[in-house]
């Protein structure tokens, strides 16, 4: 594949692209069926990506007609790959299973390795007979929503799909990797002004936030509503602070380091809350929590903008939920898309009904919504936050890193591109968005090139 990535770099036109022979292998991150009992007795925090992800040729599978091969310029880490890597809650080799008792070309994705990753830039370098809305040396952005269209109810709202899945966590082929394989409904136009590293952290995180709080199916966020965001520095948290900004809501972020209040300050978020330094008991012990304590961060919230949050942006999971339901204004929303600290979750239902709140469920986003976020990129509305770029080879430290909570943002991983910086193509607009808006989580983190 190196010779695809170096043609790309030079600047190799569609056709060029179209007549260079797909390799029968390529390298992609990779854990294994046989090793799916190696941290059986090990807690949780004790797992190691490191130990579980490999990098290496795999077997490139064939085309199915409504698919594209895509160039893989670089990519990212998500917690879904930390979730693989350590096989909790269960090991993906079941949905690969589950996803090729479907069809023929869903038996392709049973293999003894399964290539992680769920977020991709790169070139279209084939597409199947059925494709035919991008080609050969178009440059993509990857969503990650895997649905088949020919189910029925895949046909109002995509992530209702009784088979909806998501590409690199509960398919094969995904994004860390120099090559992917994915449904042409995944493809999105890379936003110009990026480099390769910034156009592949988005799509995962950023669409999500935008169906938790903006799109129709949600939290549907309303000018000068008060969003309380857990972990406003992390990778969904990054995106919402700046969609509750864009759209005239006022955030108040949740993080765990003086650092991050800093860099929440320098996005625009005026209210932040220290949980570190502010040291919420939710729980007593693992079996009671205490509502003195949901109390205390009420009143810390309050204090700070004056009002209740008519939304709570959720995704800690059963170490917080009972102080988000607390805390959310009477007929507030909170709506959730994760459980990181325990999905057995407990909260004061006195405290829901009373006060006529509701709990909303979501998950990733449909092809429209991540269209729609991608175009907020595309536009300089959002920004990319990545704070670290990796080879390919690091992604076990990648993930290491998203696991312990050790990073801000997003982590991005260079896949075919040579180096950092590459695949600008309108220097003109990157200049008038501007340089430091693009790269804040970067020289914050310290690890920004000149
Ligand atoms: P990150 O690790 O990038 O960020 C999560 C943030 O949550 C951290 O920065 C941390 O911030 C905060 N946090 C972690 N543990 C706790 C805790 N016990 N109490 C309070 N805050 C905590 O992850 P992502 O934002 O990418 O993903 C978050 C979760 O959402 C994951 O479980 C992921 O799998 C899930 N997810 C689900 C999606 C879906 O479609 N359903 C899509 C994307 C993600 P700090 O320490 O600064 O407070």
Not at 111 to 126: E, P, Y
Not at 161 to 169: L, S, T
Not at 258 to 267: G, R, S, T
Not at 430 to 439: D, K, M, Q
Request: charged content about 25%.
């Amino acid at each position: 594949m190196r010779h695809i990535g170096e043609a790309i770099e030079a600047g190799a036109s569609a056709d060029e692209l179209a007549g260079l022979p797909i390799p029968t292998s390529y390298r992609g991150a990779h854990i294994r069926r046989d090793e799916v009992e190696m941290f059986d007795g090990v807690a949780s925090e004790e797992k190691d990506p490191r130990k579980s992800l490999h990098v290496g040729e795999v077997p490139t599978p064939e085309l199915a007609p409504d698919e594209a091969y895509v160039a893989v310029m670089a990519s990212s880490i998500n917690f879904n790959t930390v979730w693989t890597s350590i096989f909790e809650p269960l090991p993906t080799f079941g949905f690969l299973d589950r996803l090729s008792r479907e069809s023929s070309w869903g038996a392709r994705h049973a293999l003894d390795h399964h290539v992680v990753g769920s977020d991709a830039s790169g070139v279209v370098l084939r597409v199947g007979s059925a494709v035919r809305s991008f080609g050969p040396g178009d440059r993509v952005c990857i969503h990650c929503n895997y649905v088949d269209d020919q189910d029925p109810s895949a046909h109002d709202d995509s992530m209702l799909a009784a088979n909806q899945r998501i590409w690199g966590f509960e398919t094969n082929f995904g994004g860390l990797a120099e090559l992917a394989v994915v449904k042409a409904n995944q493809l999105m136009p890379k936003p110009a002004h990026l480099t390769w590293e910034e156009a592949a952290v988005n799509a995962l995180c950023a669409s999500t936030a935008y169906r938790m709080l903006v799109g129709e199916h949600a939290a549907r966020m309303k000018q000068g509503d008060v969003v309380l965001v857990w972990g406003a520095t992390g990778g969904l948290g990054g995106y919402a602070c700046q969609l509750v900004l864009n759209g005239g809501g006022i955030p108040v972020g949740v993080v765990s380091s003086p650092d991050k209040v800093d860099l929440l300050h320098e996005l625009g978020v005026e209210h932040v809350i220290d949980r570190k330094a502010a040291d919420y008991r939710f729980w007593s012990d693992d079996e009671s929590q205490d509502e003195s304590e949901w109390r205390r961060f009420g009143k810390d919230i309050r204090d700070l903008v004056g009002d209740d949050p008519e939304i709570v942006f959720e995704h800690p999971g059963r170490q917080t939920m009972g102080a988000s339901v607390f805390v959310a204004k009477r007929a507030g929303t909170i709506v959730t898309c994760a459980a990181t600290s325990g999905y057995m979750i407990e909260y004061d239902n006195r405290h829901l009904w009373m006060k006529l709140k509701r709990i909303i469920s979501s998950h990733f986003a449909n092809y429209h919504e991540a269209w729609e976020m991608n175009r907020l990129i595309d536009r300089g509305a959002v920004h990319p936050i990545v704070s670290a770029v990796y080879r390919l080879d690091e992604v076990g430290e990648a993930a290491y890193q998203v696991h312990h909570n050790l990073h801000e943002g997003k982590l991005a991983v260079l896949c075919l591109a040579g180096r950092e910086g590459l695949g600008v193509t309108d220097p003109a607009r990157r200049e008038r968005i501007g340089e430091e808006r693009l790269t804040l989580f970067r020289r914050h983190a310290g690890t920004a090139t000149a």
